[in-house]
């Protein structure tokens, strides 16, 4: 009988132990809301002029692609394009989300995006209009942060 309940206990150990290793099964409906807050954060550091609330979306290995200047990598660069940014009065960024999907630890959104900025050459408001897509990692604190971030203008 001893052998019996102690062999019963230790199957329910084991249960036990295996189902705490079990990775949470993912909810890619919670992960995409998540993703999408993120990017309104995101929109929310551009119209402030935020740069360690727009830096605190990405992970520190992250690559930023902008078209008018070469690829930021990692928090430093960002933080420094980011600030040369948004010391221009007339820069703004606004931005509108058209898929946003999640699979296990990996995500993207894609959409549209307008720039506006000072020329350097003519001293003008300008801009541009054109796509972006991001991709997000879910980081070890079941947080979302951006990782590859590319834009492109429309032709």
Do not use: H
């Not at 935020?50 to 990598?73: E, F, G, H, N």
């Not at 931005?95 to 999640?102: E, R």
């Not at 000072?118 to 997000?136: C, D, M, Q």
């Amino acid at each position: 009988m001893t052998r019996v309940v102690s062999a019963i206990i230790l199957s329910g150990l084991a249960v036990a132990g295996l189902a705490a290793c079990k990775k949470e099964a993912a909810d890619p409906k919670a992960d995409v809301a998540a993703i999408r807050a993120v990017e309104d954060e995101m929109r929310e550091a551009y119209k402030a002029k935020d740069v360690a609330k727009l830096i605190a979306a990405y992970a520190p290995d992250a690559t930023l692609y902008v078209t008018s200047d070469r690829a930021r990598v990692g928090t430093k660069a960002m933080t420094e394009g980011a600030t040369k940014d948004m010391a221009d009065p007339a820069f703004s960024v606004t931005f509108t989300t058209a898929k946003a999907v999640a699979s296990g630890d990996i995500g993207y959104t894609q959409g549209s995006f307008v720039i506006r900025y000072t020329n350097p050459a003519t001293k003008a408001a300008s801009g541009y209009s054109g796509y972006y897509l991001t991709i997000f990692r879910k980081q070890s604190d079941g947080s979302w942060k951006a990782v590859e971030d590319i834009s492109t203008p429309a032709s």
